[in-house]
Each structure stands twice: as C-alpha cells, then as structure tokens.
C-alpha cells in the first residue's frame, strides 16, 4: 500500500532563503507526482506535475524534481517570500487512478 | 472562467440527518474525486470516478454515498451512519489521463 511522507511537518524562515520541501513514496510504481499549495480554510492550488518519466519542473521560483527509483520528490523554492508561507502538500497518482497525499509541510516565511 | 465550485461553503446539520454537498465542473473532466480532510491531517479519499455512471470507493466510504449522472456533476452525501462527518470537504477532477488534479474551494461541514 502507498504510502506518502512529507519532512519537515513545519519549517520557519526569514525572508530571502532559498528552501527545500522533501515528499518521499514508498511505491514507485506512480503515474506522477503533484505538489500543491493551501492556505487556511481553502481548497489546494496546483503548483507542479511531474509525470513519471520526467525528473524535474520548474515554474517561477519553484522547482520541483522526482527521483522514482530512491521514492523521493522535492520541491525547491528560492529567495521565499511571507506570501509563500502556506501548507505545501505532495500528492502521487497510483495505478488504481487513486491519488495518495502527504500529511504536508506548514511554511511561515517571516518578513 | 473555468473551474470547480463547490456549495454551500458553511453547512451545518444536526445529528441524524442526511445532508448533500454539491460539486460542479465545467473543465470538461472525466475523473472526479472526494476528499475529507481532518485539521491537522492530510486528504483521504472518499470516493472516485473515472467516467459517468461508474464510481469507486475510496479508503473511507463507510456512511458516505455519491452519484455521476452527468459528467459535470459528482454530488456527495453524508448519510446519519458516517459516525464524524465534521470536517472539511473537498471536490476535484483531473485532466485527461495522467494529467493535473484540480480542486474546489472546499465545504466545512460541522455536524452537532
């Protein structure tokens, strides 16, 4: 059974750091990896798909990459902003279509 | 504007009745999903489908029940038998084949 970890549970810091989310999967059998954003009391905003055979996405300051065969994704975002504190969660697509989430990271990016 | 709406944002229901949360898209998506998310905790899923007229149970359907008789529309229950329907509800869909998954603005529903 799939299952999906994502370290830190919370992470703060100051303005301007560049930082690393790390989402780990123990099957690597996966369609694709998503990374999604929430904020409080909202739904999840996509931020970036890789698919399977990919390794790595990048959109703005946010990168993200896949490694299948050690089970770990990454995301990437440099010179962090307040705007981005929010809770970042990593999503993988199985073979049954289901998709299995972390528990996320909670980011406070403090001004 | 394309996108997922979900209604009403605030629901709230006594003990012992049912209560429908609606889902609608207009991405013109095949697969549509249900999840229950618990403060502090990540998305479970509920309930699937992949076509109209075809859904699956997902980890915790237990006192939950769906219908997909349009490919617009995923309507979710939460029947008097789930024992801890307070919580937060979200909808999605997804593109296509392995494509991107997308979410509605979410229902909290508080039972009491």
């Known amino acids: 059974k799939q299952e999906v970890t994502q370290i830190p549970a919370a992470l703060s810091v100051p303005e301007g750091e560049n930082l690393v989310l790390n989402c780990s999967f123990t099957?690597?059998?996966?369609?694709?990896l998503q990374w999604f954003r929430q904020d409080p009391g909202k739904g999840l905003t996509s931020l970036l798909l890789?698919?399977?055979?990919?390794r790595e996405q990048t959109s703005g300051r946010l990168n993200a990459s896949l490694d299948k065969s050690s089970g770990r994704s990454t995301l990437y975002i440099a010179a962090s902003q307040p705007g981005d504190s929010a809770t970042y969660l990593c999503?993988?697509?199985?073979?049954?279509?289901?998709?299995?989430f972390g528990t996320g990271t909670r980011l406070k990016v403090l001004a | 504007d394309g996108g997922i709406t979900q209604s009403p944002k605030y629901l709230f229901r006594k003990e012992g009745q049912n209560v429908t949360l609606s889902c609608e898209q207009n991405l013109n998506h095949d697969a549509m999903y249900w999840y229950r998310q618990d403060p502090g905790q990540g998305l479970r899923l509920i309930y699937y489908s992949q076509i109209v007229n075809d859904f699956q149970k997902g980890d915790i359907a237990e006192g939950y029940s769906v219908s997909r008789e349009k490919k617009e529309s995923f309507p979710l229950t939460v029947t008097s038998a789930q024992k801890n329907p307070t919580a937060f509800y979200l909808c999605a869909s997804r593109e296509t084949g392995y494509g991107e998954q997308y979410f509605g603005p979410g229902t909290r529903l508080t039972v009491t």
């Open positions: 999503a993988a697509l199985g073979g049954t279509y289901k998709y299995i």
């Open positions: 890789i698919q399977s055979s990919q």
């Open positions: 099957d690597s059998a996966i369609y694709n």
